[in-house]
């Protein structure tokens, strides 16, 4: 359909939409003719008359269109027939109304209005229905109107600098009494002409404003992604413009977007693995005392797993572990089946940035993840940008995310859940969320509305606070200090294997080593974070001092609560390291974990001519590895190989 007949018939629905809608309203004024005038009784038959034009109006705008073409024509012809429609059931309200009171001619509009004496034969209900109907049809002409002139300046190859001429047509032929549409039309004319007077921006903002104000939800799920097929969509951009689809996933994305997730530190060899077991004993015997997690993500009837643990105890790691394990998309096909999946992640961040920690960067990043994952839901999952950058060119540039639109748009990729495909979340660290007073309880009780509106699967982690004790004690959950008694001990042996120092130590005094590893195991209480710290510095102790009494009277003086233990290593540093080892602190605070090594090395004196091969980047790590270990004491850890 040309852009010229699209807006006539826009205009023409729009006319006849809004003069049914103010016929039912219960306002003083009930009736403005074509041209304006304005009556205080008004005849039945002259309201009659005036639904009978309009619809003439409108039926022979669609005879002089071809068949549909499109899926936006086919909608533009069924917004045009509902309304056609509804005028008629008005229409056939007045006949009954003559009918039934032969006196009545007409309504007298300073006691009454039509939708008052409309009641002696409808239900109140089915005014309801028909106000409400109307109402619906005029939120969705406009929309419907903007894909088919977007639709038909795609398929004659040419962008809104060669729409500027038809527009100017559409401006001039749009009948006066509808001022919403003229207005329109114009709108979109004035944004496509080269304009030397900085009148663009206005027009642009204006512009904005309209498809701000569209209720989109509305049009989603009376249409969903049938309107917009993708499949026949080419982008011809201006020169210099960005692929929309990337446009729009780059107005998502901030700065630290996955700065959180990349700074978990991977899985320690071989642990971690028993999440996806599913037998009922582990290989040593012992019975699996958790609900498995392999069953819970075939369930397609069980919808939250929360993992739970003191602080430290490896939640975010295991977190990390599950949403990159490739085992994990092969346990879930039972629940999604023939369905596509499409997983989101965030790992919330208190230290972070606003986004890292807040309601808004969850929905960015998993908004951001999903549709990465499939372009194909962009347009239905945020048409403000897809259509105004479908108008204007991607170098347009849009209002900034804010939360009402982010609900939108995540409700909406929601409601194709279970449809067109599986969603799966996982949400680590909600104990680090929001700001200082922020209530936690806010996310919980988002969560778990996600949950039993979508019936998605979503898996949390967090410290056993009661607001989240209370609100998942019902789920699957398993608590991680009573799970990685086994991995704590296989971290402890292979790091005091691999030292040099301590295997010299043990061939002499193997019980005594051999109890040291166990005291140090049985000190964790399954904290990771605190096993870690502690190894890191016994290691480096006995570099210089390898005497069994001599760590074991350095681990009697380790606190047990990471606090006091990270107080206790920097106590430990030596007074010549301390100026280095603040300067690496502050510099791996601000930087973390943007921070390259070889950034790292040249801020900490490196030769900036030195020419970066891979054989110098490995040299370069093993000496920053070496120096992060003597001035941090384990804080910082640098892996050797990539």
Not at 333 to 345: A, Q, V, W
Not at 506 to 530: H, M, N, Q, T, Y
Not at 532 to 552: C, F
């Amino acid at each position: 359909m040309d852009p010229i007949t699209a807006f006539q018939t826009a205009a023409a629905v729009i006319g006849l939409v809004d003069f049914g809608a103010r016929v039912l309203s219960d306002t003083i004024e009930i009736y403005q003719s074509a041209s304006g005038r304005t009556t205080r009784d008004v005849e039945l038959a002259t309201l009659s008359d005036e639904l009978s034009k309009l619809s003439e109006q409108l039926q022979e705008c669609l005879a002089n269109t071809p068949s549909a073409s499109s899926a936006s024509e086919s909608t533009l012809r069924g917004l045009s027939a509902r309304s056609i429609d509804a005028s008629n059931k008005l229409k056939s309200a007045i006949t009954d109304l003559q009918a039934n009171k032969p006196g009545t001619s007409k309504i007298s509009t300073a006691a009454n209005s039509f939708a008052s004496a409309l009641k002696a034969i409808w239900k109140k209900s089915e005014i309801e229905a028909l106000k409400e109907s109307l109402l619906e049809i005029r939120s969705q002409i406009t929309i419907a109107t903007l894909v088919s002139v977007w639709e038909e300046t795609r398929q004659d190859g040419k962008r809104h600098g060669d729409l500027k001429d038809r527009l100017d047509q559409i401006a001039k032929k749009l009948d006066r009494r509808d001022d919403t549409a003229q207005l329109f039309a114009k709108e979109l004319m004035q944004m496509t002409v080269q304009d030397n007077n900085n009148q663009f921006g206005r027009k642009n903002a204006e512009l904005i404003e309209i498809l701000w104000g569209i209720d989109w939800k509305s049009w989603v799920n009376s249409h969903g992604g049938g309107l917009f097929d993708f499949s026949q969509t080419v982008e011809v951009p201006n020169a210099g413009d960005l692929p929309i689809s990337i446009k729009i996933l780059s107005s998502l994305s901030f700065r630290k977007i996955y700065a959180r997730k990349e700074a978990i530190p991977e899985a320690y060899a071989n642990t971690c693995k028993w999440i996806f077991r599913d037998e009922q004993f582990d290989e040593n015997g012992e019975e699996l005392k958790w609900p498995s997690f392999p069953k819970w993500l075939q369930k397609k009837d069980d919808f939250v797993y929360w993992i739970t643990g003191k602080p430290g105890s490896g939640k975010s790691t295991l977190m990390k572990y599950i949403f990159q394990n490739p085992q994990l998309e092969a346990n879930l096909k039972d629940y999604t089946g023939d369905i596509p999946l499409i997983m989101g992640g965030f790992f919330f961040w208190n230290p972070g940035s606003k986004e890292e920690k807040s309601q808004e960067g969850l929905v960015r990043t998993i908004l951001h993840q999903c549709l990465s994952a499939s372009h194909d839901l962009i347009p239905v999952v945020a048409p403000r940008r897809w259509a105004l950058y479908n108008l204007l060119g991607s170098d347009t540039v849009a209002p900034e995310w804010k939360w009402p639109e982010l609900k939108e748009s995540f409700e909406a990729l929601c409601s194709y859940h279970g449809k067109d495909f599986q969603l799966v979340f996982f949400i680590d660290g909600l104990d680090e969320f929001g700001e200082e007073g922020d209530s936690p309880s806010v996310l919980v009780d988002w969560i778990k509305d996600v949950v039993m509106r979508y019936h998605i699967k979503v898996c949390v982690s967090s410290r056993p606070w009661n607001v989240f004790s209370d609100a998942f004690r019902k789920d699957s959950s398993l608590t991680m200090q009573s799970l990685t008694f086994r991995d704590i001990e296989h971290f402890v042996q292979t790091e005091f294997e691999n030292s040099v120092a301590f295997q010299d130590l043990s061939e002499v005094f193997p019980v005594e080593a051999s109890l040291l590893l166990k005291e140090i195991v049985d000190r964790a209480e399954g904290v990771f974070l605190w096993v870690h710290l502690v190894v890191q510095a016994l290691l480096s102790t006995i570099i210089d001092m390898p005497s069994l009494p001599h760590l074991k009277e350095k681990l009697a003086e380790i606190p047990s609560d990471i606090k006091g233990l990270y107080k206790n290593i920097w106590r430990s540093i030596p007074p010549d390291k301390l100026a280095t080892a603040s300067k690496i602190f502050q510099l791996l605070c601000v930087c973390i974990p943007q921070l390259n090594v070889e950034t790292f090395w040249l801020a900490m004196g490196g030769n900036p001519s030195v020419v970066m091969d891979s054989k110098t980047n490995q040299g370069i790590r093993k000496v920053m590895k070496r120096m992060l270990d003597g001035h941090t004491r384990g804080i910082y850890l640098l892996e050797v190989t990539r």
